[in-house]
């Protein structure tokens, strides 16, 4: 699977409703515009707008990262890594676009790159998830705890789930901007997060009463 | 992600309105669970050192001309190297083997001659060309040449030659006008044979033996016969050769 390239980031519906995951509250609008416009003033010598873009998407990067497998110290690399390219790329930016989503874009082709070149230090077995769905053992140990039941579902998912619930459900991103960087149509993102959260319910323990 | 997984039919399934709002409450559960993870305290200044690290070559290069040029002759004097060295090792490359020799052309068509074009000129054969004629005709050069050379040795004893006129035909020449004919030839450094015309009237006033008109034609007879005139020493100037001759 090649990363696919990265061009001046315009989505196809990026005016759109933001957002419309099952469950998801949509993200506070305030500042967001500013947001958008941080390699803007960055470009036009604001030094404190990188820091701010770091200070932003630096901890959504670590986690994306994490999620999808990587050590945190490879996690960290990875995040550095992105925002050295964002730097290099500034020329080519366009804000057409949600800033995160092409962020996430990069991040994800390093991810690729990476992925192809070395097998990520924590492996998720996806024959595993495929023949039982069932939590595992480290699962029911910790079903007490919702939480850690929802991410050890979610490193149980198939890694397109994951990648599907990281981007639409965990990072936010509307359907259209998670289309377009996944290459599927905006219909196929709906009904696969559908699936993807059946698939992750299935992998909870039951709750107790 | 761009190939489409098979999914079940039940995956398709558009979900109603109690299962949307429960899948709602996983999505925000799945969210508060999967908080985003702190930065290490010190990956601002990691990442500000690596940003000073890193090369911005693709801006650099984008934006500066002199950045350009600098990166075609590092690239270039990069390149000089290896190539520098094949050509040493394999000196084929530049100086290919000269091979001497001579490839022989043959000679151009003859041009084609036109039916009514002239003759070519026939040259007589030797025997012809160098006969008495020719023989007759260096001899008188010759003394033309030494007529010459004793008048600009005489210096100012030599005689200037006298008004021209201009002779139409030889057959109207007196005597004196041949004799400033022969001291124009000489002054002139005119010294071919004499033309056949000329010759004609010498002999016929000479013929004529008037003794004035045969000292002013002793010149020109020495110059036709090299002999010296028996009328007289003839019309001459110091050193002269045709009084000795």
């Known amino acids: ?209 | 992600m761009t190939d489409r997984p098979h999914l079940p039919e039940e995956a398709e399934a558009v979900p109603d309105a109690a299962e949307r709002a429960e899948l709602e409450r996983l999505a925000d559960e799945l969210r508060a669970a999967c908080r985003d993870p702190e930065l290490a305290p010190d990956f601002r200044e990691r990442l500000a050192l690596r940003l000073r690290r890193a090369p911005m070559w693709r801006r650099t290069l984008r934006r500066s001309v002199t950045a350009r040029l600098a990166a075609s002759v590092l690239v270039l004097l990069l390149a000089a190297g290896p190539i520098a060295a094949v050509a040493l090792f394999w000196p084929e490359l530049v100086a290919p083997r000269v091979l001497l020799g001579f490839e022989p052309t043959p000679p151009p068509p003859a041009p084609a001659r036109p039916a009514d074009a002239p003759p070519p000129p026939v040259v007589p054969p030797p025997d012809e060309r160098f006969g008495p004629e020719w023989e007759t005709a260096l001899l008188r050069a010759n003394r033309m040449a030494r007529a010459a050379r004793s008048w600009r040795q005489a210096g100012a004893a030599a005689p200037l030659p006298g008004h021209a006129v201009v002779v139409a035909d030889w057959d109207l020449a007196d005597a004196e006008a041949l004799w400033n004919e022969f001291v124009r030839r000489c002054a002139t450094g005119q010294t071919d044979a004499p033309e056949p015309e000329l010759v004609a009237r010498v002999r016929a006033l000479a013929a004529e033996a008037d003794p004035e008109a045969m000292e002013a034609l002793a010149p020109w007879l020495w110059v036709l016969d090299g002999q010296p005139t028996t009328v007289g020493p003839g019309r001459a100037w110091p050193g002269a050769p045709w009084p000795a001759d």
């Open chain 1, 1 to 209: 699977m090649n990363p696919p390239p990265e061009p001046p980031f315009s989505p196809v519906d990026s005016g759109s409703e933001p957002d419309p995951i099952p469950g998801s509250r949509p993200e506070s609008p305030s500042g967001s515009a500013e947001r958008e416009d941080l390699l803007l003033r960055y470009r036009a010598g604001d030094e404190a707008a990188f820091e701010e873009l770091v200070e932003w998407m630096g901890p959504r990067l670590l986690g994306y990262f994490l999620r999808q497998g990587a050590s945190p110290s490879v996690a960290d690399d990875l995040v550095q890594r992105v925002f050295v390219r964002v730097l290099q790329n500034l020329d080519r930016y366009r804000p057409q676009g949600r800033l995160d989503a092409w962020l996430l874009r990069i991040a994800r082709n390093l991810w690729i790159d990476r992925t192809r070149r070395k097998r990520p230090l924590l492996r998720f077995d996806e024959d595993l998830d495929a023949e039982d769905p069932r939590p595992g053992p480290d699962a029911m140990a910790v079903a007490a705890d919702r939480a850690a039941a929802l991410r050890d579902a979610l490193r149980r998912l198939d890694p397109a789930s994951r990648e599907l619930l990281e981007l639409a459900v965990l990072q936010r991103l509307p359907y259209g901007e998670v289309a377009r960087l996944l290459g599927v149509p905006v219909g196929t993102v709906k009904s696969r997060v559908h699936y993807a959260l059946r698939r992750l319910r299935s992998l909870l323990p039951p709750e107790s009463p």
